[in-house]
């Protein structure tokens, strides 16, 4: 059986396997950050698959010929689509630097970290308690823009519409509270 090398780790196939599949199933970063996400998933047309082989695989298919004329690659750096390369006998894989494995001045070491955006940290919410002592109900629409103004999201500037313009009724907190304790009904479970 085959032993496919890819930095440092061997990986022992079956003859004939597909280079992408064995490199997948052993958990190894064949891609780019972003190119997990954007791949082709083996069709062979983005070319972020790009590896330097040494060692004896299957001859290049037209498609993978093709893709690998387009930029950001170049017929001249010898790289193969690992997707379309067959294991026919012992490899040494080596994988290169960029979204496409196009830059053969960085290869790519297993255990460094890799070029990528950094990822999007989760921002705690704000918690705010509302200053003010009453609550004005005029609209759901009022409600919403005075929850705005008190976060700091919006300016609190007047509106200039009829119903901004009439007089608001004043419900306190206690008020409320004792509007509710009345509405409950007594004894029941």
Same mark, same amino acid.
């Given at each position: ?28 970063? *064949?891609?780019? $950050? +972003? ?10 047309? !983005?070319?972020?698959? #790009?590896? /330097? ?5 299957s001859w ?16 001249e ?6 997707c ?19 830059? *053969?001045?960085? $290869? +790519? ?8 955006p950094?990822p !999007?940290?989760?921002? #705690?919410? /704000? ?63």
């Open positions: 059986m085959p032993i496919v090398t890819f930095g440092g780790v061997q990986i022992e196939c079956e003859l004939g396997a597909n280079l992408r599949r064995v490199l997948l199933n052993a958990k190894l970063p *064949l891609y780019h $950050p +972003v190119a997990r996400v954007t791949n082709c998933r083996g069709l062979g047309v !983005c070319g972020t698959c #790009a590896v /330097k082989l040494r060692g004896s695989a290049p298919t037209k498609i993978e010929a093709a893709r690998l004329r387009l930029p950001p690659h170049t017929a750096a010898g790289l193969r689509l690992a379309k390369v067959l294991v026919h006998g012992d490899l040494d894989v080596e994988k290169f630097g960029g979204v496409w494995g196009q830059d *053969l001045n960085r $290869p +790519v070491r297993l255990g460094e970290p890799r070029s990528c950094p !999007c940290l989760p921002v #705690a919410p /704000k918690v705010f308690e509302p200053a003010v002592p009453s609550i004005q109900f005029r609209s759901s629409r009022s409600v919403i823009r005075s929850l705005h103004v008190a976060s700091g999201r919006r300016p609190a500037s007047p509106r200039r519409h009829r119903a901004a313009m009439s007089e608001p009724a004043r419900v306190t907190r206690a008020k409320l509270v004792q509007l509710v304790r009345e509405r409950e009904p007594v004894g029941t479970f």
